[in-house]
């Protein structure tokens, strides 16, 4: 099974639809005005397939979050599955080895993956069709809520709403998929492990509308 395939199993078909559905609309309206989108995921799926992949599973899922969160117009959830689209583009400047490597990282490895969010920031920030909210899913995705995140150990609220939003499925999906360093978790084992972080090192309002809406729409 594909990463994607086991990420779909996670959360029901009519769920994963309707937030596809929106992603893919993006992406064929960039591929028809040649926009900054395509090129990106086209470079990003040559370097890293799984980090791609990654790439439309969180898309999809923001979508599916923000949905539960309330979001109802069409051009905010569109805003918010492209900055999930981007949201790893930092690591396009990560060696593939680092990426896939079997083992567990070395100390300077941990340091060279941890750069990626504010790679990817510098190297989008001066796109005009990027928001800032766009950004900071970028910047912020891997900022934990107590402060112990990176790449500025921000704070609760100092964390952009969309990059606390990315980050709860972000973990989800990187838990769910089969990575060459161990086999893909049960989403409910993984559900529990988000619980334990929420109001720790992730959003617990957007933990719980995660798990609420997996819950209903299974």
């Known amino acids: 099974r594909t990463q994607i ?12 639809l309707k937030a596809t559905a929106e992603v893919g609309g993006r992406i064929t309206k960039l591929l028809s005005g040649g926009e900054l989108l395509p090129g990106e995921l086209f470079q990003m799926m040559r370097h890293d397939y799984y980090t791609f992949t990654h790439l439309i599973n969180v898309s999809s899922y ?88 990176y790449p500025v150990r921000l704070v609760g609220d100092e964390i952009d709403w969309l990059a606390r939003l990315c980050s709860v499925v972000d973990v989800f999906d990187a838990m769910t998929c089969h990575r060459p360093y161990r086999a893909a978790m049960p989403a409910k084992q993984v559900n529990a492990h988000l619980l334990s972080l929420a109001g720790k090192k992730l959003d617990e309002e957007m933990v719980r509308c995660w798990i609420e809406a997996i819950r209903t729409k299974r």
Not at 5 to 16: A, F, K, N, P
Not at 75 to 97: F, N, R, W, Y
Request: hydrophobic residues 35%; charged residues 20%; aromatic residues 4%.
């Open 5 to 16: 395939d086991e990420g779909i199993r996670s959360v029901s078909l009519e769920t994963t």
């Open 62 to 149: 923001c979508v599916v979050l923000a949905r539960q969160l309330g979001v109802s117009d069409s051009a905010q959830l569109e805003t918010i599955a492209v900055g999930g689209l981007l949201h790893d583009h930092g690591k396009l400047s990560m060696p593939p080895c680092i990426l896939n490597k079997r083992d567990p990282l070395t100390a300077h490895e941990r340091t060279v993956i941890q750069r990626h969010p504010q790679i990817g920031f510098v190297q989008l920030r001066d796109r005009p069709e990027l928001s800032w909210e766009q950004l900071m899913m970028v910047y912020q995705h891997h900022e934990a809520i107590d402060g112990s995140g």
